[in-house]
């Protein structure tokens, strides 16, 4: 993979004081940031600003954004980042349905494909899909049509979310809920061979998850935050959120610290398959009573109030057994009804709160953005957070 101006490697540049002045510019947007306020905001020295960012001009990932008035002295020549110098393609592979985003570095969506996908139609069919998604979103906007995703100068590579379970780690497959055909599948070492590009694989939920995360959710759910200890909790980057994902299935994504938790063997967030109901409807993880046979089956009667307090339910023994700042709802069937869900998960809360006496109230429940190509973002950001010190992918 190739970079825009100095043919470099842009995943090479992942050293930690590079991702910390490169996300410095990210936020500074098209104002820009100097480089004295680089060293001021990084606690590096100034020489070692200069030369982290002499070296990104080179590559073409950063610009002069002109100058700006000093306090004394001279005005301040200001950097900014070049959103255009590097992309990445998210994929959200849901179980009937495949949604392709190009984005750039400022994580903006620049092009989508959507298109009707059988999951369970093998893993060749499956394959093809995917690279044809991702072909004809870099044809025309960063490749001539008919060029190989390898020659994209600036694509980073392409992130794919899922359903799970799957070892992150590894890009290998388990049994996928209602598809365990897919069991040992190495997802991501299939697609680089195809495509020719670096290539990330992780669970739908945590992609969702890092993709909030990175856009500033988890710190504004708590409000006003609570101080312990003296350090303010719920604020910032530290807050924690669980989104909770109810499409074709129901799972979650846990964010702790600024940072998706995935747990050992990427086994965190199968919220869906807690058993609520021991002589419950039976589920297509092979148990009874699991959370997602009960909403999914509410959902199916069309009793959206009995799925939004099942998802509270669930809420529920979240907040109890992690404390989390916010719970953020997202999905196919959660944008159709917003309002209904928000306001069952949120009543089942309330009267959580009630009984427990707490002081800080129900922790607040709202829709997350992104809509429903939110898992696609998300999975884009499995690419590009790293380069920015914002991720672990």
Same mark, same amino acid.
């Given at each position: 993979?190739?970079?825009?101006?100095?043919? %470099?490697?842009?995943?090479?540049?992942?050293?930690?004081?590079?991702?910390?002045?490169?996300?410095?510019?990210?936020?500074?947007?098209?104002?820009?940031?100097?480089?004295?306020?680089?060293?001021?905001?990084?606690?590096?020295?100034?020489?070692?600003?200069?030369?982290?960012?002499?070296?990104?001009?080179?590559?073409?990932?950063?610009?002069?954004?002109?100058?700006?008035?000093?306090?004394?002295?001279?005005?301040?020549?200001?950097?900014?980042?070049?959103?255009?110098?590097?992309?990445?393609?998210?994929?959200?592979?849901?179980?009937?349905?495949?949604?392709?985003?190009?984005?750039?570095?400022?994580? %903006?969506?620049?092009?989508?494909?959507?298109?009707?996908?059988?999951?369970?139609?093998? %893993?060749?069919?499956?394959?093809?899909?995917?690279?044809?998604?991702?072909?004809?979103?870099?044809?025309?906007?960063?490749?001539?049509?008919?060029?190989?995703?390898?020659?994209?100068?600036?694509?980073?590579?392409?992130?794919?979310?899922?359903?799970?379970?799957?070892?992150?780690?590894?890009?290998?497959?388990?049994?996928?809920?209602?598809?365990?055909?897919?069991?040992?599948?190495?997802?991501?070492?299939?697609?680089?061979?195809?495509?020719?590009?670096?290539?990330?694989?992780?669970?739908?939920?945590?992609?969702?998850?890092?993709?909030?995360?990175?856009?500033?959710?988890?710190?504004?759910?708590?409000?006003?935050?609570?101080?312990?200890?003296?350090?303010?909790?719920?604020?910032?980057?530290?807050?924690?959120?669980?989104?909770?994902?109810?499409?074709?299935?129901?799972?979650?994504?846990?964010?702790?610290?600024?940072?998706?938790?995935?747990?050992?063997?990427?086994?965190?967030?199968?919220?869906?398959? /807690?058993?609520? /109901?021991?002589?419950?409807?039976?589920?297509?993880?092979?148990?009874?009573?699991?959370?997602?046979?009960?909403?999914?089956?509410?959902?199916?009667?069309?009793?959206?109030?009995?799925?939004?307090?099942?998802?509270?339910?669930?809420?529920?023994?979240?907040?109890?057994?992690?404390?989390?700042?916010?719970?953020?709802?997202?999905?196919?069937?959660?944008?159709?009804?917003?309002?209904?869900?928000?306001?069952?998960?949120? &009543?089942?809360?309330?009267?959580?709160?009630?009984?427990?006496?707490?002081?800080?109230?129900?922790?607040?429940?709202?829709?997350?953005?992104?809509?429903?190509?939110?898992? &696609?973002?998300?999975?884009? /950001?499995?690419?590009?957070?790293?380069?920015?010190?914002?991720?672990?992918?």
């Amino acid at each position: 993979m190739r970079g825009a101006a100095g043919g %470099a490697n842009l995943l090479a540049l992942r050293s930690h004081n590079t991702a910390l002045v490169l996300d410095l510019l990210r936020t500074a947007g098209a104002r820009g940031i100097s480089r004295l306020e680089l060293a001021e905001r990084t606690g590096l020295t100034p020489q070692a600003v200069s030369k982290i960012t002499a070296r990104l001009r080179d590559e073409g990932l950063a610009a002069e954004a002109g100058r700006r008035a000093s306090t004394g002295g001279k005005p301040r020549t200001v950097l900014r980042l070049k959103p255009g110098a590097g992309h990445a393609v998210g994929v959200h592979l849901d179980r009937d349905e495949l949604r392709a985003v190009l984005v750039d570095l400022d994580g %903006a969506v620049v092009a989508e494909r959507r298109s009707p996908l059988d999951l369970g139609a093998g %893993a060749e069919a499956v394959l093809e899909a995917v690279a044809r998604a991702a072909r004809e979103l870099v044809a025309g906007t960063l490749t001539p049509p008919g060029s190989a995703l390898s020659t994209a100068p600036t694509l980073l590579g392409l992130g794919v979310a899922l359903p799970g379970p799957l070892d992150h780690v590894r890009g290998v497959l388990h049994r996928v809920t209602g598809f365990p055909e897919w069991d040992g599948f190495p997802l991501r070492d299939a697609l680089a061979r195809r495509l020719g590009v670096p290539v990330v694989v992780d669970k739908d939920t945590n992609a969702a998850a890092l993709g909030l995360a990175v856009g500033g959710e988890g710190g504004r759910g708590g409000g006003e935050g609570r101080e312990e200890g003296g350090r303010e909790e719920g604020g910032g980057s530290g807050g924690s959120f669980a989104y909770l994902h109810l499409g074709t299935g129901l799972g979650a994504g846990l964010v702790f610290g600024g940072g998706v938790h995935r747990g050992a063997r990427t086994g965190a967030g199968e919220f869906g398959h /807690q058993v609520v /109901q021991l002589d419950g409807p039976p589920c297509t993880c092979g148990a009874r009573g699991c959370i997602e046979a009960l909403c999914l089956g509410a959902v199916a009667r069309g009793d959206l109030a009995e799925a939004a307090r099942v998802l509270g339910a669930g809420a529920a023994n979240l907040v109890g057994l992690l404390d989390i700042d916010l719970v953020l709802l997202g999905g196919r069937t959660v944008a159709a009804a917003p309002e209904a869900f928000v306001h069952g998960v949120g &009543a089942v809360l309330d009267a959580r709160a009630r009984r427990e006496g707490g002081h800080d109230g129900a922790v607040p429940v709202r829709i997350a953005p992104g809509g429903t190509r939110g898992v &696609a973002e998300g999975a884009a /950001q499995l690419l590009l957070a790293p380069l920015f010190g914002r991720g672990d992918a």
